[in-house]
């Protein structure tokens, strides 16, 4: 008798465990799956950013079509080299960033795991909210393309106080629409995106113009735009 209770406090467990995964998948697909088709309206860090502090928000979305192909490039070069081909996670960034033991997270994120804390969560270390990231991340790279998770990051990423996406930056900081960018210029907005609000792809600092420069040259060992091609 003890046993057969035993097996049905099991049999419940399993069923409890897999309804609970069943809603957070469900609950996942609903908050994640319309920014495939649709241009999110806002982001969690956007939202933050307002209730932090006063001033206008400055973001228009543009579809890749749109962008110099400088600049998906610009950012993949200096955020993400291996983007295209791995699924999510880059295992091998993330063990040299914990070997190096700077802190340097952000050096270890993808495109992807960087969209998913943007869209969705908070700035921070603390464990609940890597593992958010790393289960939306998941959930992103099975249910968007590449393309589009590339698209979205460009869209609402920030690049200055205030100032979020491509389109807003290009037309804030070089006066001309983000089709219009160069190679120079999509460096520039690549290399502040680590610290946005400290550094200036108007008024590059020694660094960032460094930073530009070797991004221009991974750009060029990547080969280019077509480096890309396949998204």
Same mark, same amino acid.
């Given at each position: 008798?003890? !046993? ?15 309804? $609970? *995964? ?35 928000? #400055? ?26 081909? #791995? #699924? ?19 050096? $270890? ?36 393309? !590449? ?14 106080? !205030? ?25 520039? *907005?690549? $290399?502040?995106?680590?610290?946005? =609000? ?11 113009? =460094? ?21």
């Amino acid at each position: 008798m003890a !046993k057969r209770r035993r097996r049905q406090r099991g049999r419940r467990y399993w069923r409890y465990l897999t309804i $609970a *995964l069943g809603i957070v998948l469900l609950a996942s697909l609903v908050v994640t799956l319309p920014w495939r088709w649709i241009a999110p309206p806002t982001t969690a860090f956007i939202l933050q950013d307002q209730i932090q502090s006063s001033g206008r928000i #400055h973001r228009q979305w543009v579809p890749m079509a749109g962008m110099s192909s400088a600049i998906p490039i610009a950012v993949v070069a200096a955020e993400d080299q291996k983007f295209p081909n #791995h #699924h999510g996670f880059d295992y091998r960034s993330l063990w040299r960033a914990l070997q190096e033991d700077r802190g340097r997270i952000r050096g $270890a994120s993808t495109i992807t795991q960087q969209l998913a804390k943007n869209l969705y969560l908070w700035s921070g270390r603390s464990l609940t909210r890597k593992v958010l990231e790393a289960w939306l991340t998941v959930v992103i790279e099975l249910t968007w393309p !590449k393309r589009r998770i590339l698209e979205v990051y460009l869209n609402v990423v920030e690049f200055g106080p !205030k100032v979020y996406g491509v389109d807003a930056a290009s037309r804030i900081y070089f006066g001309k629409s983000p089709g219009q960018l160069s190679s120079r210029e999509a460096a520039l *907005l690549a $290399a502040v995106l680590p610290a946005p =609000k400290r550094m200036s792809a108007a008024r590059p600092s020694g660094y960032v113009d =460094k930073r530009a420069s070797e991004i221009e040259a991974a750009v060029k060992t990547l080969g280019g735009p077509g480096y890309l091609a396949g998204l």
